[in-house]
């Protein structure tokens, strides 16, 4: 589900930012997420599992991403990524970055159309949580320039 169009890409674009949730430590999902990303074109930026989010959104000052891919695969997704990103959101610096959150977000294996809500009314772009998740994600990420890194 988008909650809106994402919000046209930098010429100079940034890293994708990829990272788990804070109760989350599984890692399989992220290094599947890092080589996707990579496939498509794009630098990544993987933060790994267990990320808080002031963890979060000071990396994401240091990187400055074209976009941040959360990803949760215990079940609690919607509950620590709302927490992500409502710290992003307050950050202005990071205003204007595409946020997907991902996986599995709901112990039950389908997240209720009310916690969707919550995640896209708290300023993720995207929620992908169906078997399509990954074929958004490559949507979205056609839709963004490649990493090209400022020159020196």
Same mark, same amino acid.
């Given at each position: 589900?988008?909650?809106?169009?994402?919000? @046209?890409? $930098?010429?100079?674009?940034?890293?994708?930012?990829?990272?788990?949730?804070?109760?989350?430590?599984?890692?399989?999902?992220?290094?599947?997420?890092? &080589?996707?990303? $990579?496939?498509?074109?794009?630098?990544?930026?993987?933060?790994?599992?267990?990320?808080? @989010?002031? #963890?979060?959104? +000071?990396?994401? #000052? =240091?990187?400055?991403? +074209? #976009?941040?891919? &959360? +990803?949760?695969?215990?079940?609690?997704?919607?509950?620590?990524? &709302?927490?992500?990103?409502?710290?992003?959101?307050?950050?202005?610096?990071?205003?204007?970055?595409?946020?997907?959150?991902?996986?599995?977000?709901?112990?039950?294996? $389908?997240?209720?159309? $009310?916690?969707?809500?919550?995640?896209? =009314?708290?300023?993720?772009?995207?929620?992908?949580?169906?078997?399509?998740?990954?074929?958004?994600?490559?949507?979205?990420?056609? +839709?963004?320039?490649?990493?090209?890194?400022?020159?020196?």
């Amino acid at each position: 589900m988008m909650r809106r169009p994402l919000p @046209p890409a $930098e010429r100079t674009a940034g890293p994708v930012v990829v990272s788990g949730v804070s109760s989350d430590a599984h890692t399989w999902n992220l290094v599947f997420l890092h &080589l996707l990303i $990579e496939e498509c074109g794009h630098a990544v930026r993987n933060l790994g599992p267990c990320v808080p @989010p002031d #963890l979060l959104v +000071s990396a994401c #000052l =240091d990187a400055v991403p +074209s #976009l941040i891919v &959360l +990803s949760s695969v215990n079940g609690h997704g919607h509950r620590d990524g &709302l927490d992500s990103i409502r710290a992003v959101r307050a950050e202005p610096r990071l205003a204007g970055v595409p946020v997907v959150i991902g996986g599995k977000l709901d112990v039950t294996g $389908e997240l209720a159309p $009310e916690r969707t809500r919550r995640l896209l =009314d708290a300023g993720a772009d995207a929620v992908c949580t169906d078997d399509t998740g990954v074929h958004r994600l490559r949507a979205i990420l056609a +839709s963004r320039p490649a990493h090209t890194p400022l020159a020196a």
